[in-house]
């Protein structure tokens, strides 16, 4: 396995050429932020990568996490490393200043989650769940709560873990039996809860779980469901933790990838009850859950981008050393580096290409996240909201199908050695295959886009997209660069072919939501790839204006020609998409008769 | 995991409907072939399929095959069942009758195949890598090599294997370096092989290897390769395995999947060499190896499809069992199966088509086969091997790409259980993943198509095939039922991308070969889906009339909106695929320099 090396170059490029790092860093509350902070803390981010979780990362998936008498034990290693990540004070990077965090932008955290992603994925689970554990509870928690609880978990001493799915309820929670029974102040927790991401394991003084469950006189379905603090160990009047609570993990799941990721099934209240603290109000618990989605839904698909550089960066390192074969066209009378092969070089780049749209696409979002947390302008923040709202089900469920994708290519452009495990190649695709599934599967993302976000307000923040996509087309087909005039044709049609579904999905809904259901996904999918390839566009108008000024021509030229590959090569799928979207169901109604 | 179950009656219809199973019948050698006997044959390969190979597949994954002092042992219960296969007559199924075959058609022969690879594909690599080297020998052993060994190949009593490549030289094997010293009626060999196939068990009294090698002597590069067989066991006069060859595995290679398969390091002549013998003539080696690649890479291709099909079942059974959630239209107030949601049915389709598409892809290849070596008519024959000589990357290349993604789709439709391996989804997705790797990958399968095939013969065979679809069209168009217009509609479109795309692979290679093989993946893709789209349109048009003559309306009304499915919601990305080939290889210029 090569080392990670995380890419700075176009992580800066993204972050200041098209996510626009100066004007976040002058929104209110960002008074410390620059882009000179971002460069230094980007640097570190990305020696702690590569030095501390990288070096974890084949180990901990050969090993895994395992049970023992005494709870669950993280991989060799693991431990020291949660520690140094919590002393370098990398888990409340984005945190509430008010408990102890740095409240740095979102845009700066997208950078660093991608880091801690594609260097250990299996490790970047764990302050990734504890991030939205302590969201539920800065949001909706009471002040004691706050104050007992906050400061620990934004930190990192603690980490925090989200029970939601039960046996019989995986993504439908109307279904969810754990039972809350009211105590004095407290709730006694009775249930099983299953794959409880990082739900045990031995880094940390406490483990803090968000349950949710059912008070006795609660309303049947979604409306009867509340939310929990339970604490792995109950704290002290000090706050220091104290004794046991009735909860333990009862079994861990044995899975294709992220195998230092312990996903456990965890057991409330075998002797008695599990003592709780209602977080928000009765029978709100779903609601209060979903305030705190679209950053859990952001987080995965920045996993898929970076399961994508991962594999990507595998890939090109072998292929630039692995000598095999003589070009067929006779260019180089010796065997070359497969780098050199044709159909290599369209993996590779297909690869890159797809790599560096996600990045761009992801890390505009975070700083819509930053505009629509912190702009001063209400109407610019409720824009900006509403574009989070339209895309983040994008993000998330392109980036992660694209992740799988680009992961699978990798193995490939490995040959014989890409299907050995000591190679590396196979565990990017093993890890990279859960995120299409957990935080709502791809088709969970799609109903959202189509139904909750599209339809819900009839297509206005689609129409308000659209719209943006057009400006930029113009300036594109003016440019005097013949390749950026192709990035523009291209785009320009893939912006049509958007349009177009848009339309008949909308449509579609009008007369029946399980017709247009059923091209969700791939209207999801046509989304995705016109959203990357407006953030190419943007690229490549600004590589053009650069390498016009003759800065950095290394960088502006690879950038150029990936933004060409991209409109050229990947985007005339959006065709291919729209026709799909109008064929409707199809010949799936005979699919129940199976 | 559930229980594998043959597809019979898909398969019967492609195999009489489409693959014209009586007119093979009919070609000289088959006397005793009839659809009866097919129909037979094909209800005791589906029995032992199930009940025999599909309950070690889960087991075997997990054990795997094991490196013990005394060479490899095959994971549990795969001895008693490979005895079984053997004594049911298996192994000789398509067999020379000279040596005990049964001397059946290769139609025949590819649902045996499609069934012992879907119910156990880690077990069927055994047989298929004996069935190649039965093969090399039969065509260019000597006639005591044949008399000695092919027997017991050809009835399974012993096992083959090929040893191709070695460290230094994956699929380019000009750079063999395994070495074979003359001595008397005999040679020496000294070297050592990888990725060796079965290369070692416990399952037979012998195991035959065909390894390339060079002579002293030899010219450099692929001219200088000679083709030998080692055999695990020298033979006693009265052709019992006697004493130990100078071969053994040293090692198991750590795979992604088919763990239950054998992935050997083997080591020649440690104690003073191997005794081989040659095989053919010297410094043919490769030609000689070539000329069995049509039918190992046609078998790859049955593996792709056989995954699919598993991997179809399991998410089919899955999705009818699994209730979750609710209808977004309200159409049911209750919690449905799975299979009722929009995107599950899509899914679920997606993989319905493609694995139908795939079949009688193959099935016609098969029966194609079989016409190109028994048809009377020389011209036939000539004609039914051009073709198989264009499809047959094609075959390969695509079936194990869509194996790919639809064992992928597999695992989403189960959700987090999809991840989970006790499932049994992922070893499906696992196994599926070396097929676009072994007997040469994707990319080489398409330059194999676009420069061998393609502009050898400067688009003939590929010219007469674009007609053979053409002829399909108007009846499609005049067709009373509109289902069948609108896939006619859809295939027409196809086929005109095929055409351009022909014809621009064509100017490419007229001007610079490397330009030409950067698209090469593409273009094998469309390949792949219009000939997937011919079959279904045929299929579709067969549908129509049986549901007119009121024939099994059941099945013809599954094939007839399947076909559709295909035709409208797969076949377009043709037009897509047909854009990424005009673009060339793009922006893909700047890669070596990364």
Not at 116 to 132: I, Q
Not at 376 to 387: I, L, T, W
């Amino acid at each position: 396995m090569t080392t990670y090396i995380a890419p700075l170059r176009d992580m800066r490029f993204v972050m200041n050429e098209l996510a626009g790092l100066e004007a976040i860093a002058a929104l209110p509350g960002f008074d410390d932020v620059s882009p000179e902070l971002a460069d230094a803390v980007l640097d570190e981010a990305a020696k702690f990568a590569t030095e501390v979780l990288d070096p974890l990362n084949k180990p901990g998936d050969a090993q895994g996490a395992r049970l023992t008498g005494h709870g669950v034990a993280a991989a060799d290693g693991f431990a020291r490393a949660y520690e140094q990540y919590v002393s370098g004070g990398w888990c409340g990077l984005a945190g509430d200043p008010e408990f102890g965090g740095q409240g740095l932008p979102e845009l700066m955290h997208a950078a660093a989650v991608e880091m801690w992603n594609s260097s250990n994925m299996a490790f970047a689970l764990c302050p990734m769940l504890t991030a939205g554990a302590t969201e539920a509870i800065r949001l909706h928690g009471s002040q004691t709560l706050k104050e007992r609880y906050l400061p620990n978990l934004v930190s990192g001493e603690w980490t925090g873990t989200m029970n939601l799915t039960e046996p019989q309820a995986g993504s439908d929670l109307a279904a969810v039996r754990t039972k809350a029974v009211p105590e004095g102040e407290h709730y006694r927790i009775h249930g099983q809860k299953i794959f409880i991401t990082w739900g045990d394991h031995d880094m940390t003084g406490n483990v803090i779980h968000l349950v949710l469950a059912r008070l006795p006189d609660a309303p049947e379905g979604v409306r009867g469901i509340s939310l929990f603090l339970v604490p792995k160990f109950l704290l002290n009047d000090d706050g220091t933790p104290g004794a046991n609570n009735d909860v333990r993990c009862i079994s861990l799941e044995h899975k294709l990838g992220i195998h230092a990721s312990p996903t456990c099934v965890m057991s409330f209240g075998e002797n008695g009850g599990a003592i709780g603290y209602l977080v928000g109000q009765e029978n709100k618990g779903l609601a209060h859950m979903f305030t705190m989605m679209n950053e859990a839904r952001q987080k995965v698909g920045i996993q898929g981008l970076a399961m994508a550089e991962r594999a990507w960066q595998q890939a090109r390192e072998y292929a630039k050393e692995r000598v095999q074969g003589r070009l067929a066209s006779g260019k180089s009378p010796n065997a070359v580096a497969i780098v050199h092969h044709p159909d290599v070089r369209r993996m590779l780049m297909t690869m890159k290409a797809q790599v560096e749209a996600m990045r761009a696409f992801a890390y505009v979002m975070a700083s819509d996240m930053d505009r629509a947390h912190r702009h001063p302008d209400g109407d610019e923040r409720a824009r900006h909201q509403a574009r989070i709202d339209l895309l983040i089900p994008v993000l998330k469920g392109w980036c992660t199908e694209l992740g799988v994708e680009i992961a699978s290519m990798g193995v490939q452009v490995h040959g014989g050695m890409g299907y050995i495990e000591e190679t590396g190649a196979c565990q990017f695709l093993r890890d990279a295959r859960i995120a299409t599934i957990y935080e709502g599967t791809t088709g969970i993302q799609a109903a959202d886009l189509a139904g909750r976000k599209l339809a819900a307000d009839r297509g206005a923040a689609m129409a308000a997209l659209i719209a943006q996509l057009r400006e930029v087309l113009p300036a594109l087909e003016r440019n005097a660069d013949a390749q950026v005039v192709s990035v523009g044709t291209r785009f320009a049609a893939a912006v049509q072919a958007l349009e177009d579904a848009t339309a008949w999905m909308l449509g579609a809904f009008a007369k029946d939501a399980d017709e247009a259901l059923g091209s969700s996904a791939d209207y999801l999918m046509l989304v995705g790839y016109v959203c990357g390839g407006w953030q190419m566009a943007r690229a490549a108008a600004v590589a053009s204006q650069k390498l016009a000024a003759q800065e950095d021509p290394e960088f502006y030229q690879a950038k150029l020609a990936t933004a060409r590959f991209y409109a050229e090569k990947i985007l005339p799928k959006a065709s291919a998409l729209l026709e799909a979207i109008k064929a409707g169901t199809s010949g799936a109604v005979v699919i129940e008769q199976l």
